[in-house]
């Protein structure tokens, strides 16, 4: 469809904009190939550079010296970067280690490394220095790009052990003599003209370092082939706008933000990145149409709402929440009437009549709340938001609804670093809310057993196997650990636990590895009841505990602003955070919202809590770059705590 639509202005711009590639730098041009008939993934930009020449492909508004890109001039500094980094003795297939945040230069270097048939090995810039010595060992890398001196400099007194060709910095002065800044690169480019390279479909492009939430990194080899893949598929479900504008705020270099930005460039999305200080201001500044997170973003904007809410007189939250009462019976009410509950895809006719009923009786309350209430939670997010893609793990069901009333669609993928990574995608023409979707075209699930990796019936719960033309090459330089992966037949594990609806659809329910094991045998998926847990205004954060124990535990990271209100109001002593009147408190009020899940069972009852005043954050480890808490290394911190909690009772 964009392909057609793009056809008429094409032939003209072929015309006007050959200059382009002809007189700058004595550039060749080259023939225009669209992306689904791309045979590499750089190739991609000569075609946007023409069909979109002059319109903003990017702007990054939070780099000194940083400026807005149009599609023509985005494609050029490319080649040009390409072309410098030839000049700088880099050759096909070497790898080159990329250490940098969200930025224009880092999208440069990136896509430039590629096109150059080099292939990347990326991480964020905030990684512990062993972490990226690592990744810089282990790769192989010839080359190493950096985001700014600083890190450079923390880097410096381990390089002379790397056989590199050069070192490059993106922002900022430079730091020695011996390294290159991307304007030298980009001058050399001007200099010397690109030498085209030989790449097809299987050649690797970018190995990317799982950030996972346990274990030593390993990098997942990603071919050309295999990002080509994500692009050319994902709009047969999200329906993206060509003329929209995106807002850009997890870590680009992380599988899940860099092909979901990938697939927005191709169809000629304006991309802007953000960052955590600016999200809310920003939605105002640039009014995106879409927004690219993680669960826990979503949470924040939930939360945030809550929080103002909470702020209101007794009687305004008692109005409120009987509104939003009122207007969860009409929306689940709607779901039961569209076969749109995955708890119940198959209601009976009696169910649906009543639903219809419900839905009635609800409408007019949900009506006047939308008029003084979601309305204004809407236009938090801009005036033209459409909707928000959220990835990364499943989305709970509280934000589910939540996102509904306030007539917010959120679409919901699921995928992992190893398949490139978008496994599956909700559509708004099938928008099942508590699933991850249907697989993209060229995508095959099945479920199996665990014990013996047979199918299973539809409708059971199993290991989610999954295979298509995003599946990596395979593990780099740990041929073992592919071979665990991917069997012969070609199916990955991905290692969750989840089911299929008769119609394909999705639904998880957790981790093999998160899985805890009572001594009594009972299994508990930490993450729903988690999800359940953080709904209450005094929890900020929470991971279950309990593996071989009797009974669950958890540590509890405390909402510290409701927990004060609390103490003023009741005089509860919260200079010890583990004093008995605390822990009696958190412990009846996170058991509350346990009690009330739908499919509660009287083993996922917390028998002992312990708070910790630090939060789980990327800074300090505890959490990945995609906000996961990195439940091993809570357990590794707090093991003493842990400990010391499951003695006590």
Known sequence: MIIDSAAGRLKNNVANLEHIFKNKNNRKFNALVPPDKCTSFPEMWTWLGTVYARKIALKDPYHAHSREYTYSALDLEIELFAAGIQHLGLEQGEKVSLFSENSSRWLIADQGTLKAGCVNAVRSSGAPIEELLYILNHSKSSALIVETPELYKKLAPYLSEYNLKCVIVLWGNKPASSVYSYNDVILAGQKNSFQPVNLHKNSPATIIYTSGT???????????????????????????????????????????????????????????????????LDFHIYNPNYLIAVPRLYEAIYTGVKQELGKQSQLKQKLVNAIFASSERYIKAKRTIQKLDYKNLNPSIAQILSAFLKAGISLPVHKLGDIILYKKIRQALGTSFKKGISGGGALADHLEDFFEIAGIEILVGYGLTETSPVITVR????????????????????????????????????????????????????????????????????????????????????????????????????????????????????????????????????????????????????????????IDFYQKEINRFIKNRSNYRSYEILSTIRLISEQFSTDNGLLTQTLKIKRLSVVERYSELISDMFKSF
């Open 427 to 582: 559509s708004p023409k099938f928008n099942l809310r508590g699933s991850v979707g249907r697989p993209i075209p060229y995508t095959e699930i099945k479920i199996v057993n665990p014990e013996d990796m047979q199918p299973v019936p539809q409708g059971q719960k199993g290991v989610v196997m999954a295979r298509g033309l995003q599946i990596m090459q395979g593990y780099y330089r740990d041929p073992v650990s592919t071979a665990k992966a991917i069997d012969s037949q070609e199916w990955f594990n991905t290692g969750d636990v989840g089911w299929l609806t008769k119609n394909n659809d999705l639904i998880l329910t957790g981790r093999i590895k998160d899985l805890i094991v009572l001594s009594n045998g009972e299994k508990v998926e930490p993450q729903p009841i988690e999800d359940v847990c953080i709904q209450s205004r005094y929890v900020k954060q929470i991971m279950l505990t309990g593996q071989d124990q009797k009974a669950l535990g958890a540590v509890v990271v405390p909402e510290t602003e409701a927990l004060e209100l609390l103490a003023s109001e009741t005089g509860m002593d919260i200079s010890d955070l583990n004093n008995k009147q605390v």
């Open 214 to 280: 346990t274990g030593k990194p390993k990098g997942a080899v990603l071919s050309h082939g295999n990002l080509l893949h994500q692009v050319n598929n994902l709009n047969d479900h999200l329906y993206i706008d060509p003329k929209g504008t995106a807002l850009s705020i997890l870590p680009v270099w992380h599988a899940y933000e860099r092909s979901c930005s990938y697939f927005l460039f191709s169809v000629g999305t304006t991309m802007v990145y953000t960052n955590l200080r600016n999200f809310k």
